[in-house]
């Protein structure tokens, strides 16, 4: 009889969560819905005055002002609230794992509108990275309304994760896996079906503003036949190299701004305001976050020199738009020049007499997923997303294979999860900052069997006060990110406060002390 009731009381507790996902969702589905219409709104207005400034040349005069007072305002903004600068979902991995805590409706007004602003104006930003962090704030909202804490609060903020990205592409698979794979790294039920129910309450809402037809539906002839599949193969070592490198670009992109623009670090939004203005007036159809770019390869491929000079022009300045710091996200860009790479690829085999020429919009199609899954490292959001995105269930067994050799590609180089990375450079300015004057170095080593021996950094509960800023493995030196396996023989190099230099060490050797012994 006792089992019963608890029984009872757990499925209680499961529906509850789920029903709580589902309000979170809902309420989710409006606001993303709203943000993309405003931003295709302001994109529409943009595209209308860059192709109104060759006919009359004074008007470029009123775009540099615009976009000049738009960046200001956008700076002004992100001062008072840093947390609303960039994709917003290192944030919310930070405040899901505790590192971060933030103000829910500050950062629910400040994202939206400055990422109207910013995206809107056609940068080569994306909407999802917003979205979340506004279907997390609309989470963390609800929580503080039903005086939700702990776990309760931690799983309504990652639901509203998840119906950010479901609402943003009308993906709820996709959402739900980010948030489990990427974002809160737990697959928890209690987070697993209040992100999905979530998920489904916002694709429910925004279908009905934007319709059943999926975001990138992309039409093709032929699935992708198996004794081809040695062209998957290769591709996807040629993404993970671009994908690595593009890791690489992004993550020095902020050093280069402080380096060569002397302005503040909120307003240097003000770069590629102005320099998207001659991209606009040129190619004004190449705006925004490259979801036009997709879809109008679906309909015709370009040639080989197109496709190269678009692939450098998106990825130079999408850096230079995700590297001001600009509220703005990646993953649209990411699939865009997947895409493009794609092309390319499967272009330049054609041209070659290795690929018949039909196939090259499966390639495109296939290497979205490929780029993204490398510089993600979120291979299962990479192939259900684009599964969802483009309408087609054809594509799985070729998404798989070059979502897993990307990947691979990009482990062996030493690539992290890009969110991963930008979460990590947060958390060391941080703690930097707290540990600025005042702090000591500890060496110590790791011994088999130990608590650490084959951990991953991000599973350690490091002490406070402390910070692993370096692994010394033989006679290299490993610069630690979350992914990083700490294996015996290890020496780890801390960074400890000087006042609670005993207490810090005695916990990390008591937990780097074999458990043989």
């Keep these: 009889m006792r089992r019963n009731k608890e029984k009872s009381a757990f499925d209680a507790t499961r529906l509850l969560f789920i029903l709580k996902g589902l309000v979170v969702g809902i309420l989710t589905g409006f606001v993303v819905s709203l943000f993309r219409i405003l931003i295709e709104f302001s994109l529409h207005l943009w595209t209308k005055l860059y192709q109104f400034i060759p006919d009359h040349p004074w008007t470029v005069f009123v775009a540099i002002f615009i976009s000049s007072l738009l960046a200001l ?80 609060r931690r799983v309504l903020i990652a ?101 060569f623009i002397k302005l503040h670090r909120y307003f240097h939004g003000l770069v590629p305001f102005l320099l998207v203005i001659p991209i606009g007036i040129m190619w004004p159809h190449t705006l925004g976050g490259g979801n036009t770019i997709i879809l109008g390869m679906g309909n015709v491929t370009p040639g080989l020199t197109i496709l190269l000079g678009l692939f450098v022009l998106r990825f130079i300045f999408s850096m230079i738009s995700y590297g001001s710091g600009l509220p703005g996200g990646i993953f649209l860009p990411i699939l865009s020049l997947g895409a493009i790479l794609g092309a390319i690829y499967g272009t330049v085999m054609s041209d070659l007499g290795l690929l018949p020429n039909i196939y090259i919009m499966n390639l ?16 299962f959001t990479a192939i259900i997303l684009i599964t969802e995105m483009v309408g087609s269930l054809e594509h799985l067994m070729p998404l798989a294979l070059v979502s897993l050799i990307a990947y691979l590609v990009v482990d062996l180089l030493g690539g992290a999860p890009i969110y991963a990375s930008l979460l990590a450079r947060l958390n060391l300015g941080k703690k930097l900052n707290e540990l600025s004057g005042r702090n000591d170095h500890l060496e110590i080593p790791v011994f088999l069997g130990s608590d650490l021996d084959e951990q991953q950094v991000r599973d350690v509960n490091w002490p406070n006060h402390s910070l692993l800023i370096s692994i010394h493995r033989g006679e290299h030196e490993i610069i630690p990110h979350g992914d990083t396996m700490i294996r015996s023989g290890d020496t780890l190099i801390l960074l400890i406060d000087h006042n609670e230099m005993s207490v810090v060490r005695k916990i990390i050797l008591k937990m780097s002390r074999s458990q043989m012994t």
């Design 73 to 152: 305002l956008i700076g002004i903004i992100a001062r008072s609230q840093p947390n609303i600068m960039g994709s917003g979902i290192p944030q919310v991995e930070g405040q899901l794992a505790g590192d971060l805590e933030m103000n829910w409706w500050q950062i629910l007004w400040r994202k939206f509108i400055t990422g109207v602003l910013g995206i809107g104006a056609g940068l080569f930003l994306g909407r999802e990275g917003p979205s979340i962090q506004l279907g997390a704030a609309v989470g963390q909202g609800i929580a503080q309304g039903l005086k939700s804490t702990g776990i309760s």
């Design 159 to 259: 639901s509203g994760s998840a119906a950010g990205l479901s609402a943003a592409f009308n993906a709820p698979i996709a959402g739900t896996l980010f948030v489990l794979e990427e974002v809160y790294h737990n697959f928890s039920p209690f987070v697993w079906m209040a992100s999905l129910a979530g998920a489904i309450g916002s694709d429910f809402v925004s279908s009905n503003f934007f319709g059943l037809v999926p975001v990138l539906h992309i039409s093709y002839s032929r699935s992708f036949p198996l004794y081809l599949y040695w062209h998957l193969i290769l591709l996807g070592v040629v993404l993970g190299l671009f994908g690595f490198l593009y890791q690489k670009v992004l993550l020095k992109m902020p050093q280069w701004y402080e380096r």
């Design 364 to 379: 495109i199609i296939i290497s979205m997923a490929g780029y993204f899954a490398g510089i993600g490292k979120a291979p």
